[in-house]
């Protein structure tokens, strides 16, 4: 059982009268020597994957009331309201050697500039299929165009 830094969340989440600490979540798998899959409460869309710097040690029991915890759990943790893609901004395909997947620079709905983000085709899909099939569209043309095939 591990603790999550709050720091993981969205900023002005939290202020300095709340917990510094969110858990205990349980460990699921580990991947090399500094990421962890935890246990997150169902309602948050963030990844369960976390770099060991973001997790803390948890020492003690757990109490027979683990539904008590994990309600307290999730009210501390907002649950992350779907944005709106307002453009996409660049597509990227990137090539393995097996296969292909694409990659979006988007410009979120309401908000600045710097805080547009890289997101995968599976997160683009969740949000808006129809806009993510016509940028991959847009993008092989584009590319199809730039080689002289048809």
Request: some cysteine; glycine content about 6%; proline content about 3%.
């Amino acid at each position: 059982m591990v603790f999550l830094r709050k720091e993981r969340f969205p900023t002005g989440t939290y202020h300095k009268l709340k917990s510094k600490k969110i858990g205990p979540c349980k460990i699921l798998c580990k991947f090399g020597e500094n990421a962890y899959e935890v246990e997150l409460p169902q309602g948050l869309n963030i990844s369960r994957i976390f770099n060991v710097a973001d997790l803390y040690t948890f020492h003690g029991e757990l109490a027979a009331e683990t539904s008590q915890i994990e309600r307290e759990i999730s009210n501390q943790i907002p649950s992350k309201e779907v944005e709106g893609i307002e453009a996409v901004i660049q597509v990227r395909e990137m090539k393995t050697r097996s296969s292909s997947y694409f990659r979006f620079l988007v410009k979120w709905m309401g908000r600045p500039n710097c805080e547009n983000s890289w997101i995968s085709e599976e997160e683009f899909m969740k949000i808006d299929v129809e806009r993510c099939q016509v940028a991959k569209e847009a993008t092989r043309m584009e590319s199809s165009s730039l080689t002289g095939g048809e």
